[in-house]
């Protein structure tokens, strides 16, 4: 069965380093998701992207992040400047599309857990 | 109010029982609905699609009433297996998923 794989699957940065997290969504899928899942927290969204770029964005995505599709396969997150509250579990999120108002399935990688000290 | 609430929980039930979940969410304008799981420190995985007029996948039995914008999910003769927090999750926009905190359950032997 196909699946979304993200690399690595653990980060330790220090604070004020930029990260650059990686995510190979389902290779028919054509919209990608970043989330991410503070500790003991519920699952947020970050962003949404599609035909090469961003479709909508939550209010935690700010300039502190970008999101890039490299090549054919790749979907990376990067984080400039982190700070100790970007600490969290990152996971990457793919579906095969979405019609009109109806979300389509999304599937989730296994995460990135990125610890900033 | 939050977009998707649920049961605080912690749930523990013994081995064999029927255990329900609720959930409710604020955005009337919400037209996909999902329940998944997520086992600890794992990625959520998809349980069930929930569709109005209510589905049932083996033991698993989703339900959602628009009208009064609530989820539930019933699960019946309950495994060691299905211990594991339960995520209501609500689409909150064109491609946006909003989920609630989630519900652990734990089934004991």
């Known amino acids: 069965e196909p699946e979304v794989t993200q690399t690595p699957s653990h980060q330790v940065t220090q604070m004020g380093q930029e990260v650059i997290l990686r995510c190979v969504p389902i290779?028919?899928?054509?919209?990608f998701y970043w989330y991410r899942q503070i500790l003991g927290q519920k699952v947020e969204f970050l962003v949404s992207?599609?035909?090469?770029?961003?479709?909508?964005k939550s209010e935690i995505f700010d300039d502190q992040f970008s999101v890039e599709r490299p090549d054919g396969s790749n979907f990376t997150l990067k984080i400039r400047s982190t700070k100790l509250e970007d600490s969290a579990m990152y996971f990457c999120?793919?579906?095969?599309?979405?019609?009109?108002?109806?979300?389509?399935?999304?599937?989730f990688g296994p995460g990135t857990r990125l610890l900033v000290l | 109010r939050k977009e998707v609430e649920q049961d605080p929980g912690p749930f523990n039930v013994p081995e064999g029982a029927t255990v329900a979940f609720n959930c409710t969410y604020s955005?009337?304008?919400?037209?996909?609905f999902f329940w998944y799981r997520q086992d600890c420190r794992k990625e959520p995985k998809l349980l069930m699609s929930?569709?109005?007029s209510g589905n049932e996948d083996g033991r698993f039995t989703a339900q959602l009433n628009r009208a009064s914008q609530y989820i539930s999910l019933l699960i019946r003769d309950s495994k060691l297996s299905d211990s594991a927090t339960y995520l209501c999750?609500?689409?909150?926009?064109?491609?946006?998923?909003?989920f609630g905190q989630g519900t652990r359950l734990t089934i004991n032997p």
């Open positions: 290779s028919n899928h054509l919209y």
């Open positions: 955005n009337s304008a919400s037209q996909s």
């Open positions: 929930v569709y109005s």
């Open positions: 999120a793919s579906s095969v599309a979405t019609s009109g108002g109806f979300q389509e399935t999304q599937y």
């Open positions: 992207f599609y035909n090469n770029e961003i479709s909508e």
């Open positions: 999750v609500v689409n909150g926009g064109a491609q946006k998923l909003v």
